[in-house]
Each structure stands twice: as C-alpha cells, then as structure tokens.
C-alpha cells in the first residue's frame, strides 16, 4: 500500500468513526426526547447545518426500536472527537433529567 492508499484509508476510518459519533448523539437525544438538531445548534451556534448531523438524524430509529445509549457512553463518545461544547450542552440536558 502506497502513502496516498494509506492517507485516504485513514481518512475515510475517521469519517467512518465520525459518522458513527454523530449518529450515537442523534440516537442518545431520540430516546431521550430531545431534537438534536437544536442541542448542535445550542453548542455551537454560529455554524449552519450539518450534513453528517442531517444525515445521522435521518437514520435514527424510534426509541421504542433503539438500544439504550448509556449517558456516559454519549459523552465519551462526544469528547474522543473534541465536540466539547457539544458534550457540555448533553452534560446540562442530563442534569436536567435528574
């Protein structure tokens, strides 16, 4: 395998991941009543809309048909990838709950 081969398998696994995390954050805000297109926004206000965000929504599933996404698994998920603001909107979200 030659570098370039190299560089773009190590980019599409990150983009992989990515999508991954975005559509445990969408699923984790589904069951738990919350849009997550509106917490993103919370986070990080200054950015339009989000295509992997958009694109991990519509493959949510409702919450009646999901598996439990623990909050702990939501958050270290959200803070692997550095969406910080965004761990620290869900951490608010779920002291609400409590």
Excluded at 6 to 21: A, G, P, Y
Excluded at 42 to 63: F, H, M, R, W
């Amino acid at each position: 395998m030659n570098q370039k081969d190299m560089e773009e398998k190590i980019i599409s696994n990150f983009q992989q991941d990515e999508n991954m995390m975005v559509l445990v954050f969408a699923q984790w805000c589904i069951n738990n009543d919350l849009d997550p297109a509106q917490l993103y926004k919370q986070a990080y206000p200054d950015q339009g809309e989000n295509p992997a965000l958009l694109n991990g929504i519509s493959l949510t599933v409702p919450k009646e048909e999901a598996g439990d996404i623990p909050d702990d698994t939501v958050l270290g998920v959200l803070s692997l990838f550095g969406n910080d603001d965004l761990a620290f909107v869900v951490s608010e979200e779920i002291k609400k709950r409590k």
